[in-house]
């Protein structure tokens, strides 16, 4: 609608942001809503339905970090870039490489630690479409 980019509607950008991903999700068929009740009042959750979604995408990060390694993020594949901070961001990095061999776990997380270290400034300073993504993982480390 145009409204995202007006300055004067910037209170209204991010609210209702996890619901409108959930439906998205649940509109495509990976997700289901349902209603659990915790004690005093009920929640609404949107558990996975469809399991080998997410094991895609699993797939695709941890052969991101091992077998298509580029050692540069400006070179990484921006989706995935973007897929790895995030599961930083949300403390989950750890739980996508559980499944992998313990040598590999470690080559794994070592990468991606040294990725996730990175100066998201200077980083960002060379372009090629990823200065949200750096801005994000600086927004999270400062947190």
Same mark, same amino acid.
Request: charged residues 40%.
């Given at each position: 609608s145009g409204e995202t980019w007006n300055p004067f509607k910037l209170q209204y950008q991010l609210r209702n942001v996890r619901e409108r991903l959930a439906k998205a999700l649940v509109e495509k068929g990976i997700l289901t809503t349902e209603k659990q009740n915790f004690l005093l009042f009920d929640m609404t959750t949107h558990p996975v339905c469809n399991a080998s979604e997410k094991q895609r995408l699993l797939k695709r990060l941890q052969e991101s970090v091992l077998e298509r390694w580029v050692n540069e993020p400006q070179r990484m594949e921006r989706r995935t870039l973007a897929l790895l901070v995030l599961a930083h961001a949300?403390? %989950?990095?750890?739980? %996508?490489?559980?499944?992998?061999?313990? /040598? &590999?776990?470690d080559v794994? !997380?070592?990468?991606? &630690? /040294?990725?996730? /270290? !990175?100066?998201?400034? %200077?980083?960002a300073a060379k372009g090629r479409g990823t200065e949200m993504i750096w801005a994000v993982l600086a927004a999270f480390n400062k947190s």
């Open positions: 949300s403390d %989950v990095l750890e739980n %996508v490489f559980a499944s992998l061999a313990d /040598d &590999k776990y794994a !997380m070592n990468r991606t &630690k /040294d990725l996730l /270290d !990175m100066d998201p400034e %200077v980083e």
